[in-house]
């Protein structure tokens, strides 16, 4: 399979290939339809995975990224829903250890999920907008 480009611009998995036109899948809702072959062009620049995935949401796609299991990802989700949050107020909360929690903090950090916050003069982290819309995303009902 391989990512083809229309002459909009719109890019498309490449189903099947024939003399005059050409099976294609667009990515966002999966939907397939034939576009004559001179209309599409080769995009070697994007392998078809990354086109594939390009359906879901970026902030989506980080989190799914950076939460290895269901604790972390409920991190998120609490961070997203209560944050800004004190870290003695997470330790306190939850069911992680300290190097554990600091350790997924330290992750999502890089990633750019969560940001340190000041809380009643106390370290603690918030979620950023990525995260937040990410939560969006993941709780909307389709």
Known sequence: ??????????RYLLVKRSSESSLVR??????ERY?????LTV?????ALETAASAVP??????????????????????????????????DSY?????DLHGLLAEFRAAGLVEEARIAGERGYDATA???DAVT????DD
């Open 130 to 132: 990525t995260t937040r």
């Open 137 to 140: 995303h993941l709780r909307a």
């Open 26 to 31: 667009d990515p966002d809702t999966g939907e």
């Open 43 to 47: 995009d070697d620049e994007t392998a």
């Open 58 to 91: 970026a902030s989506v796609r980080r989190v799914l990224t950076a939460a290895p299991n269901d604790r972390a990802l409920g991190l998120l989700i609490e961070l997203a829903d209560r944050g800004p949050l004190a870290v003695r107020t997470l330790i």
């Open 1 to 10: 399979m391989r990512t083809v480009r229309d002459e909009a611009g719109d």
């Open 35 to 39: 576009l004559p072959n001179a209309d």
């Open 95 to 99: 069911d992680l250890c300290e190097s």
